[in-house]
């Protein structure tokens, strides 16, 4: 089992940064494909991105292509989400998820055996 925490969102400008991480505990990170999604009011949970137990695999959603980078450091069982060119339509609360899944990557949130608290990202025009 696995217990994650997120950390990092906040408030910024448009066309501004933030750097999101999730700290893994108990079993190592390494373990897991690890995930980011989030979700706004009145919306379902969306994927934004994906990264394989070496990290070799990599998958984003569409909508943050470009300007969302995904890493982890399997040394530190943590994972990052460096987000570029914020805009208003990304905020929401961001989940850190973890799976058991043995390889690649998943876009799908019941893939996900672990979830973190969440981190408010708002993002003002």
């Known amino acids: 089992q696995v217990q994650l925490v997120e950390s990092g969102g906040g408030l910024v400008q448009a066309g501004g940064s933030l750097r999101l991480s999730c700290a893994a505990s108990g079993r190592a990170s390494s373990s897991y494909v690890m995930g980011w999604f989030r979700q706004a009011p009145g919306k379902e949970r969306e994927f934004v991105a994906a990264i394989s137990r070496s990290g070799g695999v990599i998958d984003y959603g569409e909508s943050v292509k470009g300007r969302f980078t995904i890493s982890r450091d399997n040394a530190k069982n943590t994972v990052y989400l460096q987000m570029n060119n914020l805009k208003p339509e990304d905020t929401a609360v961001y989940y850190c998820?973890?799976?058991?899944?043995?390889?690649?990557?998943?876009?799908?949130?019941?893939?996900?055996?672990?979830w973190g608290q969440g981190t408010q990202v708002t993002v003002s025009s």
């Open positions: 998820a973890a799976s058991q899944m043995g390889w690649g990557t998943s876009r799908r949130t019941y893939d996900y055996d672990y």
